[in-house]
Antibody, heavy 128, light 111 residues
């Protein structure tokens, strides 16, 4: 069974830094892409970032590009999200999710994927 | 303002049928990118409900079905049950934004 478990959330001041982690199990970690999706309190879902299995390709939403960095340690089966220059708009539950794609779209996974499963999420609060 | 547009809420009585719409544009669903649906019970993580427009993952009841035509996709739930009360989100890919996009979510109330 695929399992994802986020950690590292908490309270951080505006302009601050936080690093989230996502521990994965139940699949061959380095063979699969992973993503971060966030949800502000009372709001909808927002895709944040994705990374290929080899870490050779990374993708970011415009709202976080230049401030957030996605990475992975395939030896530790762990995904990371480094978040810099945080603002109140970054306050959200951050979910780690596994992109899935039909085999016919495997080379264009980034454009055809859905997310399954999702971790339980970790709350990031940016406030002074 | 979400890229994909969903009604904020829908409701129905137990046993009834409801449909949730998801409207996109020429840079996402209209460009041929698939639509996927998620169910989120308040306080929990989203759960995949349908993928690639019409496909149900193992374990999802056949009361849930989907359709997609051009820039309009729909999720239909038949035989409504109390446990279906949740938020529902559509998701696709947008070529202009170069990333996955979600609808704003629709809360289903089972009366």
């Amino acid at each position: 069974e695929v399992q994802l478990l986020e950690s590292g959330g908490g309270l951080v001041q505006p302009g601050g830094f936080l690093r989230l982690s996502c521990a994965a199990s139940g699949f061959t970690f380095n063979n699969y892409a992973l993503s971060w999706v966030r949800q502000a309190p009372g709001k909808g879902l927002e895709w944040v970032s994705s990374i290929s299995g080899s870490a050779g390709s990374t993708y970011y939403a415009d709202s976080v590009r230049g401030r957030f960095t996605i990475s992975r340690d395939n030896s530790k089966n762990t995904l990371y999200l480094q978040m810099y220059s945080l603002t109140a708009d970054d306050t959200a539950v951050y979910y780690c999710a596994k992109p899935v794609v039909e085999p016919k779209h495997s080379t264009a996974w980034y454009s055809y994927n859905w997310f399954d499963p999702w971790g339980p999420g970790t709350l990031v609060t940016v406030s002074s | 303002q979400s890229v994909l547009t969903q009604p904020p809420s829908v409701s129905g009585a137990p046993g009834q049928r409801v449909t949730i719409s998801c409207t996109g544009s020429s840079s996402n669903m209209g460009a041929g990118y698939d639509v996927h649906w998620y169910q989120q019970i308040p306080g929990t993580a989203p759960k995949l409900l349908l993928y690639s427009n019409t496909n149900r993952p193992s374990g999802v009841p056949d009361r849930f079905s989907g359709s997609n035509s051009g820039i309009l996709a729909s999720l239909t739930i038949t035989g409504l049950q109390a446990e279906d009360e949740a938020d529902y989100y559509c998701q696709s890919y947008d070529s202009s934004l170069s990333g996955s996009v979600f609808g704003g979510g629709t809360y289903l109330t089972v009366l």
